[in-house]
């Protein structure tokens, strides 16, 4: 049976940096503060490219990085909470414009856990025969979903794009995912899309289209759920801490992270950790992280590496990768 094997990494953001310091001028808060609860020195912010954008740049330097063309790839799923449109998909729009005629595409919608979920697509639709060379992309403007008057998020979010081209091939690749969903808790993150309004009902416009959320529900969810799904992938594949040369979390917030290391009774070097840089950029953290990696040379072929996120839904899920690139 053929695997999923990593071919390509590629990410992109936008040029604009927005600091602490800067945030400090629109909203009541103050680099200390931030960066003591989160970790958060800076984020990138779009000045006009939506998610589309950025996703076709990240794809371009994923597929470039590949030794691929567009037309080689057969099938595309982006990731994101912040769509151009309700329809047609982002992917479609990614599709057409870099010309990757032959691929099928589709959105998924799980929040910050997008890319994990695109992983066990992935890994079915290969292992399966379906497709050959499949792009994933995890992409976000979330700065046009944020409400820029509460200080409790819209310090926390960056806008940014990570994607991977994984390719059929008998190399070991996605070797274990696993996913899931506390739906009963989808209220402690939300962001509401079109009100009701018809002839017949109105909705008040005021709650709908900006992120909301129970920041310390969400702390105590994550806080367990990263130990517990590096447990369940080390369990499921027989494997130590000690064998796993990269955990790559999701990038909300350097305490949680530092919290499930405690957890795990492992050094925080065992966690790669981007966000001072660029914030929480939802489904785009890992793949963005990926890609830094690589071209930092952190990774060699036979590296173990547990990708692992949380989001709203709450969704939830954890992935190993065996780097083959």
Known sequence: MKKAKISGVGCYYPDNIVTNDDLAKIVDTSDEWIHKRTGIRK??????????????MAAKNAIKNAGLIPEDIDLIVLATTSPDFLTPSTAA????????KNAACFDILAACSGF???????????ESGAYKKVLIIGAEV??????????????????????????????SGIETVN???????????????????????????????KI?????????????????????????????????????PHQANLRIIETAAKKLNVSMDKFYVNLNEYGNTSAACIPICMDEMNRHGLLNNGDK?????????LTFGAALIIWSK
């Not at 590496?305 to 839904?313: E, H, K, P, S």
Request: charged share 25%.
């Open 305 to 313: 590496i547990i990708t692992v996120a949380f989001g709203g839904g």
């Open 142 to 171: 979330l700065s046009k979903i944020l409400d820029w008057n509460d200080r409790n998020t819209c310090v926390l979010f960056g806008d940014g794009a990570g994607a991977a081209v994984f390719e059929a091939a008998e190399e």
């Open 212 to 248: 909301s959320m129970d920041g310390r529900e969400v702390y105590k969810f994550a806080t367990n759920i990263i130990p517990e799904q590096v447990n369940l992938i080390l369990k499921e594949n027989n494997l130590k801490i000690e064998d796993i040369k990269y955990i790559i």
């Open 43 to 56: 984020r990138r912010l779009s000045t006009g490219e939506n998610t589309s954008d950025l996703a076709v």
């Open 93 to 100: 729009i990614v599709q057409g414009r870099i010309g990757a």
């Open 116 to 126: 994990i979920y695109g992983l066990k697509i992935v890994k079915s639709f290969i």
């Open 179 to 209: 996913i899931g969903t506390y739906g009963d808790k989808a209220d402690l993150l939300i962001c509401k899309s079109h009100p009701l309004n018809n002839p017949y009902y109105k909705e008040d416009m005021d709650t709908f289209g």
